[in-house]
């Protein structure tokens, strides 16, 4: 295990409500990562953190924001959530930006009704 | 823009028999390629990646891919498969200085008694 935790591991809410996730690590690893994973589409990035406060977006980051106060914690937050925003989250983490290696976390399943 | 495409979504075959999960890429620029793979309810593993040289890689469990230039393609093989094989596998692609990992939708291999 690459000491990467998620929490909550699932969650349930309605649309318009506000949701943060929570992606932990304890290898002191600079770059961290949010993807969603939907049925037919893999997972694709959408936002990545290269430092403390030093976040960018990825391909999909429309709806969602992130903060990154201290190294061990990536936030992720639906400021309104919508049904679109239904999916599978799962927090990465690498030791560099072109390190080819990026290790997984165990997910977590949002469903907005 | 890059792309990665697994031709099949889903992949049955019979224990001890082999198999070959097909991945094609489009890039423009030298790109470095890998296989994941996700257990049910699991974050994605990493079974192997091509970065230079020999265009055979071998992997964990078993696991080999061939890089191939000219047909811009990186096919997944394995001579003899488990039940625990079972899982879904994921092709990713990285142009050289890039930021983000191409994840393709994904091949369910599903390997019968």
């Known amino acids: 295990d690459a000491g990467i935790t998620q929490s909550p591991r699932h969650k349930v809410t309605e649309t318009g409500t506000p949701v943060t996730l929570r992606c932990h690590q304890t290898e002191n690893h600079r770059y961290m990562y949010w993807y969603r994973q939907d049925p037919g589409h893999g997972l694709r990035l959408i936002h990545y953190?290269?430092?403390?406060?030093?976040?960018d977006k990825g391909e999909v980051s429309d709806g969602y924001s992130v903060s990154r106060s201290k190294t061990e914690d990536f936030l992720l937050t639906l400021e309104s959530a919508t049904s679109s925003q239904t999916s599978v989250y799962f927090c990465?983490?690498?030791?560099?930006?072109?390190?080819?290696?990026?290790?997984f976390g165990p997910g977590t399943r949002l469903t907005v009704l | 823009a890059q792309s990665v495409t697994q031709l099949d979504s889903q992949v049955p075959v019979f224990e001890e028999a082999p198999v070959e999960l097909r991945c094609n890429y489009s890039s423009s620029v030298s790109v470095y390629l890998f296989w994941y793979v996700q257990y049910p309810n699991q974050g994605l593993q990493l079974l192997l990646k091509y970065l230079s040289g020999s265009t055979l890689v071998k992997g964990i469990n078993g696991f080999e891919a061939e890089f191939n230039k000219s047909q811009t393609s990186f096919h997944l093989r394995k001579p003899s498969v488990h039940i625990s094989d079972t899982a879904e596998y994921f092709c990713a692609v990285r142009k050289t200085g890039a930021n983000n990992l191409f994840f393709g939708t994904g091949t369910r291999l599903t390997v019968i008694p």
């Open positions: 953190s290269y430092g403390v406060k030093d976040t």
């Open positions: 990465a983490i690498s030791v560099r930006l072109d390190d080819n290696e990026q290790f």
